[in-house]
Protein backbone atom coordinates (compact mmCIF):
# COMPACT_ATOMS: atom_id res chain seq x y z
CA UNK A 1 0.00 0.00 0.00
CA UNK A 2 1.87 3.15 -1.06
CA UNK A 3 1.46 6.07 1.42
CA UNK A 4 3.90 8.29 -0.73
CA UNK A 5 4.60 8.93 -4.18
CA UNK A 6 6.58 10.94 -5.92
CA UNK A 7 6.09 10.95 -9.10
CA UNK A 8 8.48 13.17 -11.87
CA UNK A 9 8.98 15.15 -9.30
CA UNK A 10 11.17 18.63 -10.40
CA UNK A 11 11.60 21.69 -8.78
CA UNK A 12 13.63 25.21 -9.43
CA UNK A 13 15.05 27.74 -7.36
CA UNK A 14 14.60 30.31 -10.29
CA UNK A 15 16.88 29.05 -13.58
CA UNK A 16 18.60 26.62 -10.63
CA UNK A 17 17.01 22.97 -11.13
CA UNK A 18 17.36 21.71 -7.40
CA UNK A 19 14.92 18.38 -7.86
CA UNK A 20 14.99 16.71 -11.04
CA UNK A 21 12.15 14.15 -12.18
CA UNK A 22 12.28 12.05 -8.64
CA UNK A 23 10.27 8.91 -8.60
CA UNK A 24 9.91 7.74 -5.27
CA UNK A 25 7.23 5.17 -3.75
CA UNK A 26 7.30 4.30 0.35
CA UNK A 27 4.92 1.55 1.27
CA UNK A 28 3.61 2.08 4.79
CA UNK A 29 5.30 1.46 7.54
CA UNK A 30 8.70 1.78 5.54
CA UNK A 31 11.79 3.59 7.17
CA UNK A 32 13.55 5.49 4.58
CA UNK A 33 17.03 7.27 5.41
CA UNK A 34 17.98 9.90 2.69
CA UNK A 35 21.56 10.42 2.76
CA UNK A 36 24.08 12.44 -0.04
CA UNK A 37 26.18 15.60 -0.20
CA UNK A 38 25.19 18.73 0.90
CA UNK A 39 22.84 20.72 -1.27
CA UNK A 40 21.76 17.71 -3.09
CA UNK A 41 18.08 18.36 -2.42
CA UNK A 42 17.22 16.22 0.77
CA UNK A 43 15.70 18.79 3.22
CA UNK A 44 13.84 20.53 -0.40
CA UNK A 45 12.24 16.86 -1.28
CA UNK A 46 11.26 15.97 2.28
CA UNK A 47 9.66 19.59 2.25
CA UNK A 48 7.92 18.72 -1.00
CA UNK A 49 6.18 16.22 1.16
CA UNK A 50 4.36 18.28 3.47
CA UNK A 51 4.36 21.40 0.73
CA UNK A 52 6.79 23.74 2.94
CA UNK A 53 8.04 24.14 -0.68
CA UNK A 54 6.11 23.46 -3.68
CA UNK A 55 7.17 21.51 -6.60
CA UNK A 56 6.88 22.59 -10.15
CA UNK A 57 6.54 19.31 -12.45
CA UNK A 58 4.74 15.89 -11.74
CA UNK A 59 2.75 14.71 -8.75
CA UNK A 60 3.39 14.57 -4.93
CA UNK A 61 0.39 12.12 -3.66
CA UNK A 62 -0.33 10.82 0.09
CA UNK A 63 -2.40 8.21 0.93
CA UNK A 64 -3.60 8.41 -3.17
CA UNK A 65 -4.35 11.78 -2.71
CA UNK A 66 -2.54 14.33 -5.01
CA UNK A 67 -1.58 18.49 -3.70
CA UNK A 68 -3.61 20.53 -6.09
CA UNK A 69 -5.36 24.11 -6.46
CA UNK A 70 -7.97 22.86 -3.39
CA UNK A 71 -5.97 24.65 -0.30
CA UNK A 72 -8.85 22.82 1.85
CA UNK A 73 -7.92 19.48 0.45
CA UNK A 74 -3.99 19.96 0.65
CA UNK A 75 -4.41 20.69 4.40
CA UNK A 76 -6.06 17.57 4.83
CA UNK A 77 -3.91 15.83 3.40
CA UNK A 78 -0.78 17.67 4.87
CA UNK A 79 -2.61 16.72 8.37
CA UNK A 80 -1.07 13.21 8.19
CA UNK A 81 1.99 14.14 8.15
CA UNK A 82 4.26 15.55 10.93
CA UNK A 83 7.95 17.04 10.76
CA UNK A 84 10.79 17.39 12.99
CA UNK A 85 13.53 20.26 11.93
CA UNK A 86 17.47 19.99 12.61
CA UNK A 87 16.36 23.47 14.78
CA UNK A 88 13.71 22.48 16.92
CA UNK A 89 11.30 24.98 16.02
CA UNK A 90 9.73 24.93 19.15
CA UNK A 91 7.75 27.98 20.47
CA UNK A 92 9.91 29.57 23.32
CA UNK A 93 7.45 31.62 24.78
CA UNK A 94 4.93 28.58 25.37
CA UNK A 95 5.90 25.94 28.04
CA UNK A 96 6.77 22.30 26.61
CA UNK A 97 3.08 21.27 27.37
CA UNK A 98 1.65 24.29 25.70
CA UNK A 99 4.09 23.46 22.72
CA UNK A 100 2.60 19.91 22.43
CA UNK A 101 -1.01 21.22 22.85
CA UNK A 102 -1.70 24.23 20.67
CA UNK A 103 -2.22 22.56 17.59
CA UNK A 104 -4.27 20.01 19.00
CA UNK A 105 -6.75 22.54 20.60
CA UNK A 106 -6.38 25.17 17.82
CA UNK A 107 -6.07 22.89 14.43
CA UNK A 108 -8.08 19.56 15.72
CA UNK A 109 -9.80 21.69 18.12
CA UNK A 110 -9.45 18.95 20.74
CA UNK A 111 -10.50 20.22 24.15
CA UNK A 112 -7.81 21.48 26.58
CA UNK A 113 -7.89 18.68 29.36
CA UNK A 114 -7.25 15.89 26.56
CA UNK A 115 -4.90 17.56 24.56
CA UNK A 116 -3.04 17.89 27.53
CA UNK A 117 -3.94 14.01 28.21
CA UNK A 118 -2.25 13.20 24.72
CA UNK A 119 0.96 15.42 25.48
CA UNK A 120 1.75 13.86 28.69
CA UNK A 121 1.70 10.60 26.54
CA UNK A 122 4.11 11.09 24.38
CA UNK A 123 6.26 13.53 26.91
CA UNK A 124 6.37 9.87 28.67
CA UNK A 125 6.97 8.13 25.43
CA UNK A 126 9.88 10.37 24.83
CA UNK A 127 11.12 10.03 28.43
CA UNK A 128 10.73 13.92 29.12
CA UNK A 129 7.54 13.99 31.15
CA UNK A 130 9.07 15.96 33.98
CA UNK A 131 9.74 19.18 31.63
CA UNK A 132 6.25 19.35 30.99
CA UNK A 133 6.27 22.72 32.39
CA UNK A 134 9.34 24.63 31.75
CA UNK A 135 10.29 26.62 28.84
CA UNK A 136 12.13 25.31 25.55
CA UNK A 137 15.02 27.11 26.41
CA UNK A 138 15.50 25.99 29.92
CA UNK A 139 15.96 22.42 28.31
CA UNK A 140 19.29 20.73 26.62
CA UNK A 141 18.64 20.44 22.66
CA UNK A 142 18.38 16.66 23.10
CA UNK A 143 15.50 17.37 25.51
CA UNK A 144 13.97 20.28 22.97
CA UNK A 145 13.79 18.27 20.26
CA UNK A 146 12.04 15.22 21.82
CA UNK A 147 9.52 17.95 22.85
CA UNK A 148 9.38 18.53 19.04
CA UNK A 149 9.08 14.46 18.37
CA UNK A 150 6.36 14.57 21.13
CA UNK A 151 4.50 17.57 19.64
CA UNK A 152 4.56 15.97 15.96
CA UNK A 153 3.29 12.99 17.32
CA UNK A 154 0.43 14.51 19.17
CA UNK A 155 -1.06 15.52 15.72
CA UNK A 156 -1.53 11.53 15.12
CA UNK A 157 0.63 11.90 11.93
CA UNK A 158 0.89 8.73 9.57
CA UNK A 159 3.80 10.50 8.22
CA UNK A 160 7.27 11.30 10.12
CA UNK A 161 9.80 13.46 8.06
CA UNK A 162 12.62 13.97 9.77
CA UNK A 163 15.36 16.58 8.61
CA UNK A 164 18.87 15.95 10.31
CA UNK A 165 16.93 15.73 13.37
CA UNK A 166 20.48 15.53 15.21
CA UNK A 167 22.54 17.59 13.52
CA UNK A 168 22.32 20.86 15.71
CA UNK A 169 22.76 18.70 18.55
CA UNK A 170 25.88 18.12 20.77
CA UNK A 171 27.35 14.53 20.82
CA UNK A 172 26.29 13.12 24.07
CA UNK A 173 22.88 14.12 23.31
CA UNK A 174 22.67 12.44 19.70
CA UNK A 175 21.78 9.19 21.24
CA UNK A 176 18.63 10.10 23.50
CA UNK A 177 17.48 11.42 20.06
CA UNK A 178 17.92 8.52 18.06
CA UNK A 179 16.67 5.91 20.62
CA UNK A 180 13.13 7.85 20.35
CA UNK A 181 13.31 7.66 16.41
CA UNK A 182 13.85 4.26 16.36
CA UNK A 183 10.83 3.45 19.51
CA UNK A 184 8.82 5.19 16.90
CA UNK A 185 10.38 2.53 14.36
CA UNK A 186 9.55 0.00 16.12
CA UNK A 187 6.07 0.92 16.47
CA UNK A 188 5.74 0.65 13.06
CA UNK A 189 5.53 4.42 11.88
CA UNK A 190 6.25 5.25 8.44
CA UNK A 191 9.44 7.34 8.37
CA UNK A 192 11.95 9.52 5.95
CA UNK A 193 14.76 10.97 7.70
CA UNK A 194 17.56 12.82 6.45
CA UNK A 195 20.65 12.01 8.42
CA UNK A 196 24.00 11.46 8.48
CA UNK A 197 23.97 9.44 10.97
CA UNK A 198 24.94 5.77 9.10
CA UNK A 199 24.76 3.75 12.66
CA UNK A 200 20.91 5.06 12.73
CA UNK A 201 20.77 3.95 8.92
CA UNK A 202 22.13 0.40 9.11
CA UNK A 203 19.80 -0.40 12.81
CA UNK A 204 16.73 1.41 11.37
CA UNK A 205 16.19 2.01 7.79
CA UNK A 206 14.70 -0.75 5.38
CA UNK A 207 15.99 1.22 2.74
CA UNK A 208 18.56 4.03 2.57
CA UNK A 209 18.48 6.53 -0.44
CA UNK A 210 21.40 8.46 -1.51
CA UNK A 211 20.75 11.83 -3.60
CA UNK A 212 22.86 14.04 -5.12
CA UNK A 213 22.81 16.82 -7.50
CA UNK A 214 18.92 17.10 -7.46
CA UNK A 215 18.28 13.17 -8.27
CA UNK A 216 18.06 9.67 -6.97
CA UNK A 217 21.28 8.31 -8.10
CA UNK A 218 20.93 5.25 -5.47
CA UNK A 219 18.39 3.08 -3.09
CA UNK A 220 18.86 -0.17 -1.60
CA UNK A 221 18.72 -1.62 1.93
CA UNK A 222 21.54 -0.86 4.29
CA UNK A 223 23.29 -4.04 4.08
CA UNK A 224 24.09 -2.85 0.24
CA UNK A 225 25.22 0.43 1.09
CA UNK A 226 27.31 -0.40 4.48
CA UNK A 227 28.56 -4.47 4.16
CA UNK A 228 30.84 -4.09 1.32
CA UNK A 229 34.18 -5.04 1.55
P1 LIG B 1 20.39 19.33 1.29
O1 LIG B 1 19.26 19.14 2.23
O2 LIG B 1 20.73 18.09 0.51
O3 LIG B 1 21.61 19.93 1.94
P2 LIG B 1 18.78 21.45 0.22
O4 LIG B 1 17.53 20.81 -0.25
O5 LIG B 1 18.77 22.17 1.53
O6 LIG B 1 19.95 20.36 0.18
O7 LIG B 1 19.29 22.47 -0.88
C1 LIG B 1 19.54 22.07 -2.21
C2 LIG B 1 20.06 23.23 -2.99
O8 LIG B 1 19.06 24.20 -3.14
C3 LIG B 1 21.25 23.95 -2.35
O9 LIG B 1 22.14 24.30 -3.39
C4 LIG B 1 20.62 25.18 -1.71
O10 LIG B 1 21.54 26.25 -1.64
C5 LIG B 1 19.50 25.47 -2.66
N1 LIG B 1 18.37 26.14 -2.00
C6 LIG B 1 17.71 25.68 -0.92
N2 LIG B 1 16.72 26.53 -0.58
C7 LIG B 1 16.77 27.54 -1.48
C8 LIG B 1 16.00 28.73 -1.66
N3 LIG B 1 14.98 29.05 -0.86
N4 LIG B 1 16.35 29.53 -2.71
C9 LIG B 1 17.36 29.22 -3.52
N5 LIG B 1 18.11 28.12 -3.41
C10 LIG B 1 17.82 27.29 -2.40
P1 LIG C 1 19.11 23.15 6.25
O1 LIG C 1 20.46 22.52 6.10
O2 LIG C 1 18.55 23.09 7.64
O3 LIG C 1 18.14 22.73 5.18
P2 LIG C 1 19.99 25.49 4.85
O4 LIG C 1 21.19 26.22 5.39
O5 LIG C 1 20.15 24.62 3.65
O6 LIG C 1 19.34 24.72 6.06
O7 LIG C 1 18.86 26.54 4.51
C1 LIG C 1 18.34 27.39 5.49
C2 LIG C 1 17.25 28.22 4.83
O8 LIG C 1 17.82 29.03 3.79
C3 LIG C 1 16.19 27.38 4.16
O9 LIG C 1 14.93 27.99 4.36
C4 LIG C 1 16.55 27.38 2.70
O10 LIG C 1 15.39 27.26 1.88
C5 LIG C 1 17.21 28.75 2.54
N1 LIG C 1 18.27 28.72 1.52
C6 LIG C 1 19.25 27.79 1.40
N2 LIG C 1 20.04 28.06 0.34
C7 LIG C 1 19.56 29.19 -0.21
C8 LIG C 1 19.94 29.98 -1.32
N3 LIG C 1 20.96 29.64 -2.11
N4 LIG C 1 19.21 31.08 -1.60
C9 LIG C 1 18.17 31.40 -0.83
N5 LIG C 1 17.75 30.71 0.23
C10 LIG C 1 18.44 29.61 0.55
Request: with cysteine; hydrophobic share 40%; charged share 25%.
Amino acid sequence: QPVIELVGMSKWYGNFQVLKDIDLTVYEGERIVVCGPSGSGKSTMIRCINQLEFHQEGDVIIHGKAYGKDEKQNDLIRRDIGMVFQSFNLFPHLSVLENCTMAQIWVKETPKAEAEAVAMHFLERVRIPEQAHKYPLQLSGGQQQRVAIARALCMNPKIMLFDEPTSALDPEMINEVLEAMIELAQSGMTMIVVTHEMNFARKVADRVIFMDQGEIVEQAPPHAFFDNP
